[in-house]
Nanobody, 124 residues
C-alpha cells in the first residue's frame, strides 16, 4: 500500500529554518500532485504548498509565500518543504499528501494519500 513518511520536524526559534521531507513508497511523486498541509491545535487543516505532477508548477499559501518552498527529487522519490523565517504562528502538525486525480491542489479533499504528520514548533 502507498506510504508517505514525513520527517524533519522539530522545535526551532522564531526566524529559524527547517526542512521537511516526505518519502513515498508505492507512489511515484513525479506522476501525482504532491502537497503539504498543516493543522494547528483547535484549527482546521490548511493548505501550505503544492507541486504539480510532471511539470512541477508550485503553489503556496499567502501566509507562507516568500518563506516556504516546495520541491521534489524524483530520483529519491521525495518531496521537500523548506521553511525559512519561521514564525510562532507556523506551529502545527505538517502533513504530506498525494493527489492522483485532483484539480484544485489547495483543497485537502482532492488528495487521496496522507502521511502521519510531523510536528513543527516555533518558539518566540
Amino acid at each position: 500500500q502507498v506510504q508517505l513518511v514525513e520527517s524533519g520536524g522539530g522545535t526551532v526559534q522564531a526566524g529559524g529554518s527547517l526542512r521537511l521531507s516526505c518519502e513515498a513508497s508505492r507512489l511515484t511523486v513525479s506522476v501525482v500532485h504532491m502537497g503539504w498541509f498543516r493543522q494547528a491545535p483547535g484549527k482546521e487543516r490548511e493548505f501550505v504548498a503544492a507541486i504539480s505532477r510532471r511539470g512541477g508548477t508550485t503553489y503556496s499559501a499567502d501566509a507562507v509565500k516568500g518563506r516556504f518552498t516546495i520541491s521534489r527529487d524524483n530520483a529519491k522519490n521525495t518531496v521537500y518543504l523548506q521553511m525559512n523565517s519561521l514564525k510562532p504562528e507556523d506551529t502545527a502538525v505538517y502533513y504530506c499528501a498525494g493527489s492522483a486525480f485532483g484539480t484544485i491542489l489547495t483543497n485537502a479533499n482532492e488528495y487521496n494519500y496522507w502521511g502521519q504528520g510531523t510536528q513543527v514548533t516555533v518558539s518566540s
